[in-house]
């Protein structure tokens, strides 16, 4: 089945402590995206990657990083997390080709920093 | 700076009746406007799409409505059913592939 895995799918951790959410995808997507969902503020891209070993910013960066270091895999790492960061992230993938812009998002991590 | 403008932030419809949701954009340059649809606990799935060289988009009981010259598009679910009680959002995309998103409304279709 294609699809986008995400782990863990809920974390409750405290202030300072790092930590890593996994991300993958089995459909072979060369493009990669961390979003954070927050009511009233919608859907905002943290990072994105457009192919392995290639990474970029998005709209709210501060706070995380990532790596692609092979195509399937994109974890989203919070070195020092902060309660500001208590929030629910969303992973997705999509082909490169512009032709095709489907989104396919994972089922979400809920992350509550104390 | 919010690009894509969602409204109303929350919709509650009676069954059968038709649900509007309206987003406005301020670049011009983006080119391709998604309708995402997200059940509690699931991620966002692609619901319809439309281009903005098509005025309006219907899949079954779904339809776009874009106004270019507005810079606004909109949702227009008919018929709606408890079924369609979700979480949407409306996003553009811009020049690179990056997809903006609205801020989402909560539809509660009441039986």
């Known amino acids: 089945e294609a699809q986008v895995t995400q782990n863990p799918r809920y974390l409750i951790t405290v202030t300072g402590k790092k930590l890593t959410v996994t991300c993958s995808q089995n459909?072979?997507?060369?493009?990669m995206s961390w979003y954070r969902q927050d009511p009233g503020l919608g859907l905002r891209q943290i990072y994105y990657s457009m192919n392995v070993e290639v990474t970029d910013k998005g709209d709210v960066p501060e706070g995380y990083k990532v790596s692609r270091k092979e195509k399937r895999n994109f974890p989203l790492i919070l070195e020092s997390p902060s309660p500001n960061q208590t929030s629910l992230y969303f992973c997705?993938?999509?082909?490169?080709?512009?032709?095709?812009?489907?989104?396919?998002f994972g089922p979400g991590t809920r992350l509550t920093v104390l | 700076q919010q690009q894509v403008k969602q409204s109303p932030q929350s919709l509650i419809v009676q069954k059968g009746g038709i649900s509007i949701i309206n987003c406005a954009y301020e670049?011009?340059?983006?080119?391709?406007f998604p309708w995402y649809q997200q059940f509690p606990g699931k991620g966002p799935a692609l619901l319809i799409a439309i281009r903005p060289d098509v005025s309006e988009k219907k899949e079954g009981r779904f339809t776009i409505s874009f106004n270019k010259s507005a810079k606004q598009f909109s949702l227009h679910i008919m018929d709606s059913q408890p079924g369609d009680s979700a979480t949407y959002f409306c996003?553009?995309?811009?020049?690179?592939?990056?997809?903006?998103f609205g801020q989402g409304t909560e539809l509660s279709v009441k039986p």
């Open positions: 459909m072979n997507h060369e493009y």
């Open positions: 670049n011009t340059a983006f080119d391709y």
């Open positions: 996003a553009a995309r811009s020049q690179g592939g990056k997809l903006i």
């Open positions: 997705a993938s999509k082909p490169i080709a512009l032709a095709s812009d489907t989104q396919y």
